[in-house]
C-alpha cells in the first residue's frame, strides 16, 4: 500500500512514525503546509501531486476540518482511491455523499479513529453486526469533557478553572467550542448510529446539549445525591423507533461511567446477544489516534470497505422518555412537569427527549442532564 | 459451514439457536447424552458419525473439561476438521500440542469464547497485534469470584453466604473449586499471555492464589483504605522477563476496576501505542458465550486461523515487585518485610511476584492481595 498522507500535525505526524517500520504499507507523499523534509517520503503543498499519481492507492486524512478535507477526499475517490480519515466531522456531514459514491466506486472507506481516538469503536461494531442486532450505542465520546466534568467533580472546580486547566494541559483547544458544546459527540453519535443500525439518521433530528452550561452548585447537587454528570451521546432503536440525543447525563457513583477519569473515553452497545459490551481507552492523543489509521490500512488491505452497507435516510422520533435535572428559567411547562427540588434545579417527572430538547432551544442558558433509567 | 456440535447444555444450545437463522453456516449434527430431538439436525451419542461425515468442516466443541474433549478435538483435527471451542481448561492445557497440530495441519482453531465469554478478547489481541506489540495483559476475567467480592464488598456478607449467594443464582457451581481457587482465571490468563506475546508460558511457573480464603475483616480493612479487592490475572512482558500470576488484587474506589458489579468481567491491554485498553462485558451465560462462538465461525470462513502464530516456551521469572496486604501465619520473612498493619494483616514492603507466592505456598491458609502500583 501506497500512502498519499495529508496533513501532517498531530495524528499525521503519528501515522507517518507508525507505518515507517512496516512493509505492508508506506507514506508515500505527504501534503502539508509546515516545512519538513522527510527521508523517505516526498513533501508538497500540491493535492494534485497525489491525485495524478497513480502509484498512490490510499489517501489518508489527517487535516481535520470540513474544508478543503471534503473536496481532496472526494476527488481522491473519483480518482480511485481508499480513504482512510480521522475526521469525524467530515464523515456525518458528507454521510449520504461519500458513503454512496464509495460503494459505488467499490472503493473502501475507514475512520476507526474518528470515533474513540484508539478505541477500534466501529470496527466493533462492525465485528458485532456479523453475529447479532444492535438495539443502542452510547457512551463517553469526547476527552475534552470529560477532562472538564471529572475535574469538576473530584477537585471541586468550577467550570472556568476545569476548562482552563484542560486547555493548559493540551486536553482542550484554545477555541473549545466543539468539544464543550457537544458537537463532537454529536458527530460521534450520529456516525455510530449510523454504522450500528445500518441507516443514515436525520441529524438535524438528533438533538445536541453541551456542557458549557455546567455550574459547581449543579456539580454539588449531583454529589449530594451520590450522582456524577458526564456528557453521553446516545441512539437506541426501540419501539418508538430511533432515539438520538447528546445530551449531559447522570451516573450513580461506583458505575463504570463514573469512574472514567481524565480525558479517557467508554463507549457501550447492547446487542440482542451479546448483551452489554463497553470499550474504554484514550479517545484522542497521536499514537493511539494513529494506531487505529493503521489498523484501518490493515483492514483495507485484507479487503474491507465500509463498516456496514449505506442504508436509507431514517427520522428521529425521540419519543423515548426521560427524568431531567433541570435548573434555570423556570416557567410554566416545567413546573408542570417538576417532581423534587435540588439544589437550584428540579427534577421532572418522566418527558419525551424530543421535548425537553425542544424546551431547551427556547431557555439556551438552563442546564439539564438525563438521570438514569429509574430514578 | 457445516458444523458437528459436541455438547447441547448451555452454551451448545445457544448455538444452535443463535445459528438457526443463518444462511453461512449450519448445525448438522450433534453430539451429545441428553435426549432431544431437533427439527434440522441429526442427534446422536456417537461421535465417530461427526468424524467420519465428510461434509461437516467444522467441530464446535462445547462439552467443557478435559476429557474426552481433548480425544475428540484431536481425532477432528487429524480428520482435517477446524475446530470452535469456548474451552479454556482444554485450550490452556494441551496448547503446545493442538496449536503445533493446527499450524501444521493448516486448520483454524478459534477460542475466543474461552476467554471473557461475550468479550471478543482473544480477538481484540489479535487485532491489536497487527499494529503494535502489547506490553501486558491482566483483568477480572471469572465472574464467579467478581460476583462474591462484589457481594462482600457492597452487601457486607461474608465468604460463604455470598457464595451461596452466587450458587442460588447459578453464578458458582455445585463445587466452585476451579473458580475461586483462581484455576478458571489461571487458564484464561496463560491464554491470553500466549496470544499477546506470541509465546507458550511455561504455566507451572504462573502461581495462582484464589478468593477462598477472604475473610469479612479483611474487606472490611480494605473499605477503611478506600480500597476494593478483585481477583485479577495478569502478565506482563518487562525488563526483568515475563511476570504472570492470578492473585487477589486491590483498588482504589473510583477506579474502573473497582466499578466492576456482579458477575461481569474487565479485561485490559496495554500496547505501546494504544495506551490502555479494557473492555467489559458479560464474561459468561449461554447467549454471550454462544454469540462469540459465532463470531468464530464467521472468522473460520474469514480464512483466519489462530491469534497468533505458536510461539516457543518461555519460562516466567515473576521477578516484577509488588507490595502486598498478607493476613495470617506470621513468620520471620514476613515480620522482615512488614511496612505497616491493617487490621489482621499487614502491609509488605515491595516483594517479587515470585517470592510471596513460594512464601505463600508453604502458608496455605493466608490470605493475600497484591496493592496497586504505588501504594
Chains 1, 2 share one sequence.
Not at 138 to 158: F, K, P
Not at 335 to 344: F, I, M
Not at 350 to 373: D, G, T, Y
Request: overall charge negative; hydrophobic content about 40%; some cysteine.
Amino acid at each position: 500500500m501506497r500512502i498519499g498522507l495529508l496533513g501532517f500535525g498531530v495524528v499525521g505526524r503519528g501515522v507517518y512514525e507508525l507505518t515507517a517500520a512496516r512493509e505492508d504499507m508506506q507514506v508515500a507523499k505527504v501534503v502539508c503546509l509546515e516545512d519538513v523534509t522527510l527521508p523517505d517520503a516526498e513533501v508538497t503543498r500540491d493535492f494534485q501531486s497525489i491525485l495524478n499519481d497513480d502509484s498512490i492507492d490510499t489517501v489518508v486524512e489527517a487535516m481535520g476540518g470540513l474544508h478543503p478535507a471534503y473536496e481532496f477526499v472526494r476527488a481522491a475517490m473519483e480518482a480511485g482511491k481508499h480513504i482512510v480519515t480521522s475526521n469525524k466531522a467530515l464523515v456525518a456531514t458528507f454521510y449520504d455523499e461519500l458513503m454512496p459514491l464509495a460503494q459505488e466506486k467499490g472503493l473502501s472507506f475507514r475512520c476507526t479513529a474518528a470515533v474513540g481516538g484508539g478505541i477500534g469503536w466501529l470496527s466493533e461494531l462492525e465485528r458485532s453486526r456479523r453475529a447479532q442486532k444492535l438495539e443502542q450505542v452510547r457512551g463517553i465520546m469526547n476527552g475534552t469533557c470529560n477532562y472538564v466534568l471529572d475535574s469538576m467533580a473530584r477537585l471541586g472546580l468550577d467550570y472556568g478553572e476545569a476548562l482552563k486547566q484542560a486547555q493548559s494541559l493540551g486536553y482542550a483547544e484554545a477555541n473549545p467550542s466543539t468539544d464543550v458544546e457537544g458537537i463532537d459527540t454529536w458527530h460521534k453519535t450520529i456516525l455510530s448510529a449510523n454504522v450500528a443500525f445500518g441507516i443514515s439518521v436525520n441529524r438535524e433530528q438528533v438533538p445536541v446539549c453541551g456542557i458549557d452550561k455546567i455550574l459547581a452548585e449543579d456539580v454539588a447537587a449531583f454529589a449530594e445525591h451520590g450522582m456524577v454528570c458526564k456528557l453521553i451521546g446516545a441512539a437506541t432503536r426501540g419501539e418508538t423507533g430511533i432515539s438520538a440525543c447528546v445530551q449531559p447525563t447522570l451516573f450513580a457513583k461506583g458505575t463504570l461511567e463514573a469512574a472514567v477519569p481524565a480525558n479517557y473515553n467508554l463507549i457501550t452497545f447492547r446487542g440482542e446477544s451479546s448483551g452489554i459490551m463497553s470499550f474504554y481507552g484514550q479517545g484522542a492523543g497521536r499514537y493511539p489516534t494513529a494506531y487505529n489509521v493503521v489498523q484501518d490500512c490493515v483492514d483495507l488491505l485484507e479487503g474491507k470497505g465500509f463498516y456496514s452497507p449505506y442504508g436509507e435516510k431514517t427520522e428521529v422520533s425521540n419519543q423515548e422518555e426521560m427524568c431531567y435535572y433541570v435548573r434555570g428559567e423556570e416557567d410554566a411547562w416545567l413546573a408542570e412537569h417538576t417532581r423534587e427540588h435540588w439544589g437550584s434545579g428540579v427534577i421532572t417527572d418522566l418527558v419525551p427527549v424530543q421535548q425537553i430538547h425542544s424546551w431547551r432551544k427556547a431557555h439556551p442558558n438552563a442546564f439539564l442532564a438525563a438521570l438514569p433509567e429509574g430514578e
